[in-house]
């Protein structure tokens, strides 16, 4: 699939180098390994540390014949051993498996490295249980010894010792740092770790969840020497003053000031808002001034119909259901679908088309067939077990939009939760606390936008405005399901969930398209529980 053949070379890694994770693992790994490399002297072996995407990070030998062969074959530093590049081979072949492994002689895939026998095991954070790289041992095929996995292992058990006490130490100084800015500064702080958040009550309820990733990405890109003051708008109107304090290899520490309380009143929005906007953004726009039948796909409740009556303004709409064919003649509904293709002058709807028996599924095929209909035809139909049968129906249809369910919209939640408790309420008098919206956002919402809606509903039942908090949502959604993604890592989720869709699901093309490897391609979509 990777066009990788046995007489293929090792090569340099095109990956982008993670500086940072790179920084922090040679950190913990340089005292394990200058004693390291006291032990394998004189043994005609060499260690490799490579980093999570399998790209050598350093090497330790003892200038051994066994250094000179790797270099002769294109194995050092800078190197991408993932499984995409290099074939079978311990290091990624150890990533992907996420355990250690013996690859022996001719087991590797590549003729390169065949004369070799190696031994990898992964190095884990001991808190996060994320990879942070992979230490191997390697010799020649012929003296290869059974120890290197008790001494790989042995050593990988040191270098992660090292990490979770120098992310001990780290989170000390971001903690005091944290308690410090609380006392000098007073009001809303917060502070951002690797690997976790810190906040007082005020910044809790102040901060929307969209905003964490912006807050995290002004963080990353501040100087340790000279804080950072700007504004941020949240809730698509007001504004607060952050101030960001950069500290060194431990994270950073965030003041917030809401600025509304001495702002002029803001504006309504306008009653036309609505989720359907949300639903759809540009496509929406795009589509509807486009020309030629469309077919709207997706999971149940992710707005099919609410985005096909939108598609269809301001032109007169009629609607043919294909749920309604068990309680009404087949014949008549037939009859119906024909008298509407041929006099209809606006937009014609037909929903849930995968109900549709083979007569009428035929039936339709010849309408959507016309390349000049009277009525514009829309579709929608649900994905999922079945819906292969229906590409012969979609494929007539000359625009296709799938809706993404509301579960890979984290992004989206403050948006659409607005969008929609204005529909509901008819004013913007209630703002949603970030541990509501934190709540609601790691849901798997099986009903998508339909349950979201009901369970807004349930949540606004009885009030005029003010917050609204954890304790204010149904019992059935108070706590959150999963980990809750944050910053970057929610940014890159959603690009590789785009890079797969518009790649019809083809790893080696989506891969391609975000300039990475496969290999780290399958591992970001594990660690960001992308199926």
């Known amino acids: 699939m990777c066009g990788l053949e046995p007489t293929s070379l090792p090569s340099t890694s095109r990956n982008p180098v993670d500086a940072a994770a790179v920084n922090a693992l040679l950190r913990a790994s340089e005292p394990v390994l200058i004693e390291v490399a006291q032990q394998i002297q004189g043994t005609d072996t060499a260690v490799l540390l490579a980093d999570r995407d399998c790209t050598v990070v350093t090497?330790?030998?003892?200038?051994?014949?066994?250094?000179?062969?790797?270099?002769?074959?294109?194995?050092?530093?800078?190197?991408?051993?993932g499984e995409d590049v290099l074939g079978t081979?311990?290091?990624?072949?150890?990533?992907?498996?996420?355990?250690?492994?013996?690859?022996?002689?001719?087991?590797?895939?590549?003729?390169?490295?065949?004369g070799f026998s190696c031994y990898a095991h992964p190095i884990v954070h001991p808190a996060t249980q994320r990879v942070e790289?992979?230490?191997?041992?390697?010799?020649?095929?012929?003296?290869?010894?059974?120890?290197?996995?008790?001494?790989?292992?042995?050593?990988?058990?040191?270098?992660?010792q090292r990490i979770l006490d120098s992310s001990y130490e780290s989170e000390g100084r971001l903690v005091t740092a944290f308690q410090s800015a609380t006392r000098r500064l007073g009001g809303a702080v917060c502070a951002f770790g690797d690997d976790f958040n810190l906040s007082n009550d005020a910044a809790e309820n102040l901060l929307e969840i969209a905003d964490s990733g912006e807050l995290r990405r002004l963080a990353?890109?501040?100087?340790?020497?000279?804080?950072?003051?700007?504004?941020?708008?949240?809730?698509?109107?007001?504004?607060?003053?952050?101030?960001?304090?950069?500290?060194?290899?431990?994270?950073?520490?965030?003041?917030l000031e809401p600025l509304w309380v001495q702002s002029s009143p803001v504006p309504r929005r306008?009653?036309?808002?609505?989720?359907?906007?949300?639903?759809w953004g540009p496509r929406l726009k795009a589509l509807r001034e486009a020309h030629g039948s469309v077919s709207i796909t997706g999971e149940a409740g992710t707005g099919r119909t609410v985005g096909a009556r939108e598609l269809a303004k301001p032109h007169p709409c009629a609607m043919l259901d294909a749920a309604d064919l068990p309680v009404?003649?087949?014949?008549?509904?037939?009859?119906?679908?024909?008298?509407?293709?041929?006099?209809?002058?606006?937009?014609?709807?037909?929903?849930?088309?995968?109900?549709?028996?083979?007569?009428?599924?035929t039936l339709l095929a010849r309408v959507l067939a016309n390349p000049h209909p009277v009525p514009r035809v829309v579709v929608t139909s649900l994905t999922g077990p079945g819906s292969a049968e229906l590409e012969p129906l979609l494929a007539r249809c000359t625009h296709r939009a799938e809706l993404s369910p509301l579960r890979e919209r984290i992004g989206d939640f403050p948006a659409l939760i607005a969008a929609?408790?204005?529909?509901?309420?008819?004013?913007?008098?209630?703002?949603?606390?970030?541990?509501?919206?934190?709540?609601?956002?790691?849901?798997?919402?099986p009903g998508n936008l339909t349950e979201l809606r009901t369970v807004l509903a349930r949540a606004l039942h009885g009030r005029t405005s003010g917050a609204i908090t954890a304790e204010d949502l149904p019992p059935t959604h108070r706590d959150s399901v999963h980990r809750a993604l944050l910053g970057r890592d929610r940014a890159e989720r959603q690009a590789i969930v785009e890079a797969l869709r518009a790649s019809c699901g083809n790893k080696v093309h989506a891969a391609e398209s975000l300039g990475i490897s496969r290999a780290t391609l399958y591992r970001r979509m594990r660690t960001l529980n992308v199926s």
């Open 59 to 81: 090497t330790v030998s003892d200038a051994s014949p066994v250094e000179s062969a790797l270099e002769h074959a294109g194995i050092g530093a800078g190197t991408d051993l």
């Open 89 to 114: 081979n311990a290091v990624g072949t150890a990533a992907e498996l996420r355990h250690g492994i013996f690859v022996h002689g001719d087991e590797h895939f590549l003729d390169a490295v065949k």
């Open 133 to 160: 790289g992979i230490l191997g041992i390697t010799g020649f095929a012929d003296a290869a010894s059974p120890l290197f996995g008790s001494f790989v292992q042995r050593v990988v058990q040191a270098i992660e």
């Open 220 to 255: 990353t890109d501040t100087r340790p020497d000279e804080p950072l003051h700007t504004k941020l708008t949240i809730d698509h109107h007001r504004e607060i003053a952050v101030t960001i304090t950069k500290i060194p290899a431990a994270g950073a520490v965030v003041g």
């Open 270 to 279: 306008s009653p036309s808002m609505s989720s359907s906007g949300y639903v």
């Open 328 to 361: 009404e003649e087949q014949g008549r509904w037939s009859t119906e679908l024909i008298k509407l293709s041929e006099t209809h002058q606006g937009v014609l709807i037909i929903e849930n088309v995968e109900l549709l028996p083979p007569q009428q599924r």
């Open 420 to 445: 929609l408790t204005f529909e509901l309420t008819g004013h913007n008098r209630f703002n949603f606390t970030a541990r509501a919206l934190k709540a609601l956002s790691t849901q798997p919402w």
